[in-house]
């Protein structure tokens, strides 16, 4: 391992980390003792606040198998690797990048999210318990590649071309090759589409993401980790017209999904056991006042006819219509027909299936690669 490689990130990847199994968890309690000023919330999420109008993502937990620690090391084209089942560069690098992003005093609010990788339930509480309101973007740091701007997450717009546009274009005034890209899946910042206008995610240089022969390209991610410094978050223009998007398909399609997702509807303020006392419930209700209207009253209101008319046409409709190669293939014109053609629960469906679908895929690559 090149001398060169900060300790830090050696550290971060050294680990592995399944979600919510010891070392996961003592990676957020070391969190917590290394930032005096950060704060746990009930489902473990670590928020530092800096200030600021920018929310910045990473999550702690990788898709090792097993608690334990993994060797390091480089491989032919400089590029670090693990003898794990995965190196956990994802999100290990994203880790990394918010720990930069704070020595540098970059402002804004960090939040170290719990079990991306097992169904996001981190960044589902904390996008619904807490006030966004005074942040206008959000950040994760979390996509393989080097040149990702996210535009599209989850069947829909999570933010602007313009948005997208100009942070590529400050990144890209640090020697980097950003550009908008519409292909984004399921990362921890969808879950704030709702709440914070510019949603992105970013590219940070792991590569084979969820497979033996994960790769860290390092020397990339310490460029991008000077650029993410010196950026003035705050200056980038917020641009995406959830307005205009109301009653467009995506918007029906994420109030439907919102009811699956967010699991805690039915728990109270008085469920939760706060660490640091009454300053830090933040909490909100369902009804809080949000600045975009309640999201919740976009969704459609059925009567019990439409309700048993659905459910028939659910029961007809084979769930799992779409496939992984329909995905990267067919052009957007026609995944938007097909996902207006099928009721929700089949685009949903097909999601999760097109999630498995590439994970296996990747695995099997993985596994293939290994015995090289
Ligand atoms: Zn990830």
């Excluded at 680990?15 to 919510?20: E, G, K, L, Y």
């Excluded at 804004?108 to 005074?134: M, N």
Aim: glycine share 8%; with cysteine; charged share 30%.
């Amino acid at each position: 391992m090149p001398e060169d490689v900060p300790a830090l990130l050696r550290e971060t990847l050294g680990v592995c980390r399944p979600a919510f199994g010891q070392r996961d968890t003592n990676y957020a309690v070391d969190l917590l003792r290394r930032r005096p000023d950060s704060w746990q919330d009930t489902e473990g999420n670590v928020h530092v606040d800096r200030g600021g109008a920018s929310l910045f993502l990473a999550h702690t937990d990788t898709v090792h198998h097993e608690d334990g620690t993994q060797n390091l090391f480089v491989d032919d084209e400089g590029r670090i690797v693990s003898d794990g089942t995965c190196l956990g560069a994802d999100d290990g690098a994203g880790l990394y990048l918010l720990h930069r992003m704070l020595e540098a005093g970059v402002p804004g609010y960090y939040l170290f999210c719990r079990g991306e990788e097992c169904g996001s339930p981190g960044s589902t509480f904390a996008a619904k318990h807490f006030d966004w309101r005074r942040i206008r973007r959000c950040v994760a740091f979390d996509r393989a590649n080097q040149t990702n701007v996210i535009t599209h997450q989850f069947g829909g717009r999570c933010c602007s071309d313009g948005f997208a546009q100009a942070l590529a274009d400050a990144l890209n005034a640090h020697g980097l090759f950003y550009k908008p890209d519409e292909t984004g899946i399921f990362t921890d910042s969808a879950n704030f589409m709702d709440v914070i206008e510019e949603c992105t995610n970013l590219s940070v240089g792991y590569q084979n993401q969820h497979t033996a022969c994960e790769t860290l390209d390092w020397r990339f991610l310490l460029r991008l980790a000077d650029a993410c410094c010196l950026l003035d978050w705050d200056a980038l223009p917020v641009l995406r017209d959830r307005e205009a998007e109301k009653g467009e398909l995506q918007d029906l399609y994420k109030a439907r999904r919102a009811p699956v997702l967010h699991d805690n509807a039915d728990r109270s303020d008085e469920d939760f056991d706060w660490p640091q006392g009454k300053a830090r419930q933040k909490f909100h209700s369902d009804t809080y006042d949000n600045p975009y209207d309640d999201p919740y009253e976009t969704w459609p209101t059925y009567t019990e006819k439409e309700e048993e008319e659905e459910e028939e046409n659910e029961e007809r409709t084979p769930a799992k219509e779409l496939t992984l190669a329909d995905l990267r293939d067919k052009p957007m014109g026609e995944l938007e027909a097909w996902v207006e053609s099928v009721p929700a629960s089949a685009v949903l469906e097909a999601m999760y299936g097109i999630y498995d679908e590439a994970w296996e895929e990747a695995w099997r690559e993985g596994r293939e690669y290994a015995k090289k």
